[in-house]
């Protein structure tokens, strides 16, 4: 019975503070005109004149020469020459800084293809295009693996078949098949540790390179991008190798 008398007194209690809240208050909303942004709208002639000079400067410094290439530096095929080379660079710089700060040798170096936006056409390279080519601020991971773990890099490739450009790596496969895997021309140690230069969106396990996780990150702190471009600004005349280092026999 005094659970009946209470249940009464909540619900005459929620009736009257119903009926003595004030009441519910709508904003008075008014309808503004729409602005298309297109060619027809006008610059706002003070803000450009603020931004003018740091354009002018900004400008100056991305159409500066870097580097040269005698050929169009592209992304197409197993073994592209642009690949190749910001691999090869990938390399190079995790290697040096390793020496430095593991006293280690890195063994090879992997990057993807899809992280390379765009090409380099034949000609002066300007530091712009290296942003064009590498927008993203990812950063060069050492991972550190053994042996026997790099069976699913190898694996990844063959059962992908996508032309992720490496550095001091043969990979061979027939009709899906791995039938070759070399580290710098020698077969792999299985109880050997290796180092492997890439990148942390890659060593994070994107583009699904999940065997990255069986190993050690080590943080080198360099972005990408930067240590490409120190290496064009190293080369003034930019020579990119070609040799076979995915052969996909029968891909198709």
């Not at 008014?30 to 006008?42: F, P, R």
């Not at 593991?102 to 293809?113: F, H, S």
């Amino acid at each position: 019975m005094k659970n009946k008398f209470l249940l009464l007194g909540i619900v005459f209690a929620t009736l009257s503070a119903c009926k003595t809240a004030s009441p519910l208050q709508v904003a008075n909303v008014q309808t503004q005109k729409n602005i298309s942004i297109n060619n027809e709208l006008k610059n706002d002639e003070e803000f450009v004149k603020i931004i003018e000079p740091y354009k002018q400067k900004l400008d100056k410094e991305m159409n500066q020469k870097i580097s040269h290439t005698n050929v169009d530096l592209t992304k197409q095929g197993d073994n592209s020459n642009l690949g190749n080379l910001l691999a090869d660079y990938t390399f190079d710089g995790a290697d040096e800084w390793a020496k430095k700060n593991l006293q280690k040798n890195i063994d090879a170096a992997l990057i993807n293809i899809g992280g390379i936006r765009t090409t380099i056409g034949r000609g002066d390279i300007l530091l712009k295009s290296v942003f064009e080519v590498m927008p993203f601020e990812n950063e060069v991971i050492i991972v550190k693996m053994k042996g026997a773990d790099l069976q699913g890099l190898f694996d990844y490739y063959a059962k992908t078949q996508v032309n992720n450009p490496v550095s001091h790596l043969y990979i061979e496969t027939n009709n899906g098949q791995l039938t070759k895997s070399l580290i710098n021309g020698k077969e792999v140690n299985p109880t050997q540790d290796y180092y492997i230069a890439t990148s942390d969106y890659l060593a994070l396990g994107g583009d699904n390179m999940k065997f990255f996780a069986k190993g050690e990150a080590i943080s080198t702190g360099i972005k990408l991008r930067d240590l490409f471009i120190d290496y064009f600004k190293k080369n003034p005349e930019v020579l990119a190798n070609t040799d076979v280092r995915l052969n996909f026999i029968g891909k198709k």
